[in-house]
């Protein structure tokens, strides 16, 4: 957030001049670069309520109207957007682990990293409008645009092939033509999905945060002692591939399982994939040794299989699956006690399933 701010506030103020028309239209826009910078202010300034006001659950935002005052010119939009940009940061630098403010994509939250992903995205994207109406090239710092594709474009096929990141982002948001791919009219971010299931929440892994496991990193989560365990960093590395590959489908993904009481990530549980061609969604799932024995496998199960099956956009998941090996006694339990039932054998492997007419009780994520 910091950078992105230096960069495009340094940018706005070399055209926050007389010698530029801010009252014309943005490019692509039907506001004026003025209409344009207050959105930004606007932007920031929500965002940091959302935080503030805890307003995940509450289904809309903090009302207030955040506006310049009236005969503001170029250069005072220019300083607004950069003293609500570091409000913002300071919001989100200070914001307790596990806190989340309403927002309506996809789910209706998000976090902290989350406000702040979608604040550099609003910002180096309008940036991007309001030198456009000038004829002035822009572009962000190298990084960010990967950066904010893999944390908030999850659904996006990421740059491939000496593809320009920056010219993926334009695309993704409808600014631009990318070859291979029809030209959007409509677009929306994804920010990382809440799963509450008793004492455990299972929070969706972004692509960045699966890379940095992968690498040997927390991802961005406060780990319990022991973790994250050899199995997490693996699903990790096959999302992080997965949509380095351009296959990565949110939702059909990994999650951290993250103990309430103290916001300690103990696990990781998620699918293999979208469901299969005959509706089939396999499932599996990690515990750091510290955090066994607590039922905390077992509850993250249920809700994430309810999730699976009770979510409106998921009407073709037939069921739920997982494959054991024959040993794990351990797991074999959990499945049963989350209600899935023994089936045919796969090859050495043990499946146990929960079908649809079998269906738990209703999960859903945060806000929905």
Request: hydrophobic share 40%; aromatic share 8%.
């Amino acid at each position: 957030m910091d950078e992105a701010t230096a960069h495009a506030v340094a940018a706005l103020r070399a055209v926050a001049t007389d010698a530029y028309d801010w009252t014309t239209p943005a490019g692509g826009l039907e506001w004026s670069c003025l209409d344009t910078a207050e959105h930004i202010v606007s932007d920031f300034t929500a965002y940091a309520a959302q935080l503030t006001g805890r307003t995940a659950g509450t289904g809309t935002y903090v009302p207030m109207e955040i506006r310049l005052d009236a005969g503001t010119g170029a250069d005072g939009a220019v300083r607004c957007v950069e003293a609500s940009a570091g409000l913002l940061a300071a919001v989100v630098r200070t914001t307790p682990p596990g806190v989340r403010g309403w927002h309506p994509f996809p789910y209706g939250s998000a976090d902290a990293a989350g406000f702040a992903a979608m604040g550099v995205v609003e910002l180096v994207l309008h940036t991007y409008d309001i030198l456009r109406a000038f004829a002035v090239p822009y572009e962000p710092p190298a990084g960010l645009p990967a950066a904010v594709l893999a944390r908030q474009f999850p659904h996006v096929p990421p740059a491939r092939d000496g593809e320009d990141p920056w010219r993926v982002l334009l695309w993704a948001t409808g600014r631009a033509d990318r070859a291979g791919h029809p030209r959007k009219d409509r677009w929306r971010w994804h920010n990382p999905i809440q799963v509450p299931a008793g004492p455990v929440e299972l929070i969706e892994v972004s692509p960045d945060a699966a890379a940095d496991l992968a690498a040997g990193g927390t991802g961005g989560s406060h780990w319990t002692e022991g973790g994250p365990f050899e199995g997490t960093r693996g699903a990790a590395g096959r999302t992080a591939r997965a949509y380095a590959a351009g296959t990565h489908r949110p939702e059909w993904g990994m999650f951290t399982v993250v103990r309430v009481a103290d916001r300690r990530a103990v696990g990781a549980m998620g699918f293999h994939g979208v469901p299969d061609d005959e509706g089939w969604a396999e499932v599996g799932y990690d515990l750091v040794p510290e955090a066994r024995g607590n039922g905390y496998a077992t509850e993250a199960l249920r809700a994430l299989t309810a999730w699976a099956l009770d979510h409106p956009d998921h009407t073709s998941v037939s069921g739920v699956r997982a494959v054991t090996n024959p040993d794990n006694t351990a797991s074999h339990a959990v499945l049963t006690r989350a209600g899935f039932t023994r089936t045919a054998d796969r090859d050495d492997s043990h499946t146990f399933e929960y079908a649809r007419t079998r269906q738990p009780d209703s999960v859903s994520p945060s806000g929905v």
